[in-house]
């Protein structure tokens, strides 16, 4: 092998070992441009600037400010999406003021992630506003009811960690003692509770533990995973009627739910778990963050907060 064959192998064998290390130390994407506005009667308008368009990205929505990374734990995380669609369209609940934040799911997973006011976090709420004059519509009539599992289900461990696998952040854990609604809630809870509908049969009986058909189908197998933890601890929980430790694994588990429906679904239980702990301004919030995908089933639940607060 010639000299020169030789100084353009380690030439190459340097180049190589020179990407490793820059892969190494690469700097994850970021978004580096938020617009967060009102759009329509009833949405809001999130469009972001990525610096990498082939990475993911998380929105986290919260009624709070999003100030430090702590304050993700208690937001909602409505979608997570690619580069290549910045701009996504939310409808939460009327009436409540909202922040919202984009932050790149590798700097998630590093534990890099920063929060910078108007780059890509909100600097002012943004509200969808209630229109006090139009009624809540009556639910749609259900097909057939849904009732508790006749059967009781045998000992089972719910530990969140030990069932899926999944890390639960410690501090989740520590929940602190509820707060009582804020002042700039009030309104619109007054509006919503007066609008709520009320029927007859309602009013003559007070509300079940309900559980949902896929958490009654714990031994199907389309039911796995995380999904399978929330039946787990609900059949388990709400026929020992447990709500403390209802409320305490809900809260866990409702963290690492990405897609809405089963988001959704933890907290229509958890509003449950609340509601019998007679802490009915926690439990209508729950059940209010529930209702766009859960309306039938959320509305029984509201009526029931309004009869226990009037």
């Not at 353009?8 to 070992?17: D, E, G, P, Q, R």
């Not at 368009?53 to 979608?79: G, H, M, Q, W």
């Not at 409540?96 to 890509?120: D, F, I, K, S, T």
């Amino acid at each position: 092998m010639g000299s020169s064959t030789k100084l353009w192998v380690v030439a190459a064998a340097l180049t190589t070992a020179l990407a490793a290390v820059l892969s190494a130390y690469e700097v994850p994407p970021e978004v580096l441009d938020l617009d967060v506005r009102r759009h329509g009667p009833d949405g809001v308008r999130i469009e972001f600037r990525p610096s990498v368009e082939d990475a993911a990205y998380a929105i986290y929505r919260r009624t709070d400010k999003i100030a430090v990374p702590d304050d993700l734990e208690s937001a909602i995380r409505i979608a997570v999406v690619g580069g290549e669609e910045p701009v996504r369209l939310d409808h939460p609940p009327p009436g409540l003021p909202y922040h919202y934040a984009v932050v790149a799911v590798a700097r998630l997973e590093r534990g890099e992630e920063q929060l910078v006011p108007g780059r890509n976090r909100t600097v002012n709420a943004v509200r969808v506003p209630l229109d006090e004059r139009r009624a809540v519509p009556p639910a749609p009539p259900r097909t057939e009811p849904l009732a508790l599992r006749r059967v009781p289900l045998p000992e089972l461990l719910v530990i969140p960690e030990l069932e899926t696998g999944i890390d639960i952040d410690a501090r989740l854990l520590d929940l602190g003692p509820s707060r009582p609604l804020r002042d700039d809630l009030k309104p619109a809870y007054r509006t919503l509770t007066e609008l709520a509908p009320e029927t007859p049969a309602a009013r003559e009986r007070e509300p079940e533990p309900q559980i949902l058909r896929p958490e009654l189908t714990t031994n199907e197998v389309e039911t796995k995973g995380r999904e399978a933890t929330l039946a787990r601890i609900v059949n388990a929980r709400f026929r020992r009627r447990e709500w403390g430790l209802a409320e305490r694994e809900l809260r866990s588990l409702y963290t690492v739910f990405e897609r809405p429906e089963p988001q959704a679904r933890t907290l229509f239980y958890l509003g449950q778990a609340l509601y019998f702990q007679d802490r009915f301004h926690e439990a209508f919030m729950s059940f209010l963050l529930a209702e766009p995908e859960l309306y039938r089933e959320v509305q029984p639940w509201l009526n029931a907060v309004v009869r226990a607060t009037r």
